[in-house]
């Protein structure tokens, strides 16, 4: 009876022992977790948002033509500056220049003035000086009308960087005007290095921008930078065939689109030598011949493989996806997002994939919710 209380007694002391141990363990690290909030807390304060039920009585801003954020900023943008970046295109046209350059113009955050690193957001587009010669719509180094204005207004006060790049063959950008291809692509995937590496930048760059400008999203995409964290495409086509070719009939807009867009982009001088290669008068062909032949013609198919890009960034790419699209968008339909080949719906593959997406749809005036599909929200 002795030894067992003994044992009792000494069991206790041992269970004491390791209660004290456990609660100054516990105390221990406790003290350093509040320790590092507090330390987080001097460079991060919290933020304090509205509750949602009280955001329709705020200011908000409606006399304008794109949204404004209900905080303002406390940075203001830098002057813009400009780089040309310059690209090997050896391989990727059999007629034309083996060097080629990307042109962009960017504005900085002042906060970078004293070292600190940067998130980039930007639009890469065709449109900068789009047009015919006198008509031409802005260069890089002019903020966008809509879409730039809404990330220079909102974003650089929030400490963003925001870039304008002209793809091959538009603005000051030299090289073949290689429409949605690979040449195309790959000026496209030098820029997204370029901002990605650069010493104001953090190495997060995103993507934003409407139609083609969501195209050159997904091209950038199919190269899979470590660099481009997401992309935000707008009504953004992914595929260049199921944009023009669809239900088993052609678009008319399809014999055109080719020469519709290099005529746009050509000052029509000396200059537009650069411009032209084989990849042109091939677009140029590709059109009247697949609305002829459609499926009969497999040497064409081989062109819009190389233009067809949601299929390669799936493989290729680690990043989230902020779709928007217009349900009646009848330029850029629905099925560029939910449709694909026989059998396949892209977004239900990129979820399946485990990438992050989200989007909002909207329907002409209505907006249009998929209850089914949580990550989709009313725009």
Request: with cysteine; aromatic share 14%; proline share 5%.
């Amino acid at each position: 009876m002795f030894e067992r209380r003994k044992v009792r007694q000494n069991m206790r002391k041992s269970q004491l022992a390791y209660l004290l141990v456990g609660l100054y363990s516990f105390n221990v690290a406790l003290w350093v977790c509040i320790s590092s909030i507090w330390a987080k807390k001097e460079f991060r304060p919290e933020v304090s948002y509205p509750s949602i039920w009280d955001r329709h009585s705020l200011k908000w801003q409606t006399n304008h033509t794109f949204s404004f954020l209900l905080e303002p900023g406390p940075f203001y943008p830098l002057d813009v500056q400009e780089a040309f970046i310059e690209v090997d295109t050896s391989e990727v046209w059999e007629v034309g220049p083996s060097v080629s350059n990307i042109h962009l113009s960017y504005w900085l955050p002042n906060n970078t003035i004293a070292g600190e690193k940067v998130p980039v957001i930007a639009v890469i587009s065709p449109y900068f000086s789009y047009g015919q010669p006198g008509s031409e719509s802005g260069a890089t180094n002019v903020v966008g009308s809509g879409r730039g204005e809404f990330i220079f207004e909102n974003f650089i006060p929030h400490g963003y960087a925001f870039a304008q790049v002209s793809v091959f063959g538009t603005e000051l950008s030299t090289g073949c005007f290689d429409y949605r291809g690979l040449g195309e692509g790959l000026g496209i995937h030098h820029a997204v290095e370029w901002l990605g590496t650069q010493e104001w930048s953090n190495g997060n760059v995103g993507l934003y921008g409407k139609s083609y400008e969501g195209a050159t999203q997904w091209e950038a995409a199919a190269m899979g930078s470590e660099f481009l964290k997401t992309i935000v495409p707008v009504s953004g086509t992914t595929a260049l065939h199921p944009l023009l070719y669809k239900n088993g009939s052609a678009e008319a807009r399809s014999q055109i689109m080719h020469m519709n867009y290099f005529s746009s982009t050509v000052d029509y001088n000396e200059d537009d030598l650069d411009n032209v290669c084989p990849d042109i008068a091939e677009g140029l062909f590709a059109g009247p011949a697949t609305y002829i032949a459609g499926e009969m013609d497999p040497y064409m198919q081989n062109y819009y493989d190389d233009r067809s890009h949601i299929d390669k960034a799936i493989n290729n790419w680690q990043g989230s996806i902020y779709w928007v699209q217009g349900m009646q968008d009848w330029n850029v339909d629905p099925h560029q997002v939910f449709g694909g080949p026989p059998g396949i719906n892209w977004y239900q593959e990129y979820v399946d994939e485990g990438v992050l997406v989200w989007g909002c749809l909207a329907s002409g005036a209505t907006i249009t919710r998929i209850k089914s599909q949580p990550r989709w929200r009313e725009c």
